[in-house]
């Protein structure tokens, strides 16, 4: 088994520790030789090193700090002389949802969040917290661990989204993800700044198919499509993907983003449609393609 229990709290063994963490069981124990780091509670007979909560969060912010360019000595020495408790708001909050998720604790996830957004103003705990958790997890988690972690941050931006009330009568945006893109995150996060911007958003989530696309375009006629490229796909399949998808949305204009899309550029921009990496960055383009439409329909004096 992966897991110990001892005083009230769950633990890790050595094994699942090196396969989270990326960091060889054999580097684990010469570490803990040299430099006393980390420190395993040991069973009776010696045998077994299991991790608590807290040792496990430090040997990911060591390994974090190694692979941004610092010594062995160096990082343990940093993550020793400064505890969890010392670092920004922010980072405290990240660490301490990821040593939740790391044990399986999904309520003490949610507590976590709970706390995080009872202290952060919405756009901060957005940008700030949810968004770089999303971003790292692929990269830090097992399958079974990013499941747990990205369903918590999809529905706390699915309510913050929910919650929050259109401000005004701003452009009308529709918002999706393509077929076979089950990612959604990022899409809730744009959807939740437009509206905080007066834009009158309409989410159609994951793996939206192009009939459906098609079908709400019809009925809403919006001012802009808004895609997420998550998945990472084959350049044959996204010419394939994005021609459906601009033919479903007609005349109406499409901005792509995404990690999916970022290598795709040549091809988003050839088949017509625009590319964006953030909310400000897609508000600039809108504003951009009014004012050419607004000259475009200026009279002529003289």
């Known amino acids: 088994m ?7 709290d769950m633990t890790l063994r050595i094994r699942t520790i090196a396969r989270l963490t990326g960091i060889r069981e054999a580097t ?20 077994y090193r299991s991790y608590s909560r ?25 993550v020793k002389a400064t505890p969890v408790q010392a670092l920004p708001k922010d980072e405290r909050f ?39 958790l999303l971003r790292e ?12 972690a990205s369903a918590l941050i999809r529905q706390r931006l699915r309510l913050l989204l929910d919650t929050e009330k259109t401000r005004g009568e701003g452009p009308r945006v529709l918002l999706a993800c393509p077929p076979k893109d089950h990612h959604e ?7 939740l700044q437009l509206r905080r911007r007066g834009w009158r958003v309409t989410v159609l989530g994951a793996d939206t198919p192009s009939e459906a696309l098609h079908s709400a375009c019809v009925q809403l006629v919006p001012e802009l499509v808004a895609l997420s490229f998550v998945r990472s796909r084959e350049p044959e ?12 949305c007609g005349s109406i204009p499409v901005v792509v983003g995404g990690t999916g899309a970022r290598e795709h550029l040549r091809t988003i921009f050839s088949l017509g449609a625009q590319y964006a990496e953030s909310a400000d960055e897609l508000m600039a383009l809108w504003q951009m393609a009014r004012g050419s439409l607004n000259r475009t329909r200026a009279p002529v004096n003289g």
């Open 2 to 8: 992966g897991y110990g229990e001892g005083a009230g």
């Open 28 to 47: 684990l124990r010469a570490w803990e030789r040299r430099y006393g780091f980390p420190r395993p509670n040991r069973s009776e007979n010696n045998n």
């Open 54 to 78: 807290e040792e496990v969060e430090n040997i990911r912010r060591v390994a974090k700090l190694i692979a941004e360019g610092l010594s062995v000595s160096e990082a343990i020495a940093q």
């Open 94 to 132: 990240a660490d301490r949802f990821w040593s939740a998720v790391m044990v399986l604790d999904e309520e003490a996830a949610r507590r976590v969040l709970d706390e995080a957004q009872a202290s952060m103003e919405v756009e901060v705990y957005c940008n700030g917290l949810l968004l770089p």
């Open 137 to 148: 997890m692929g990269l830090r988690l097992d399958i079974a661990r990013e499941h747990m």
């Open 185 to 191: 995150g990022g899409l809730l996060a744009l959807g």
């Open 237 to 248: 399949e996204m010419v394939a993907v994005l021609t459906e998808v601009l033919h479903a």
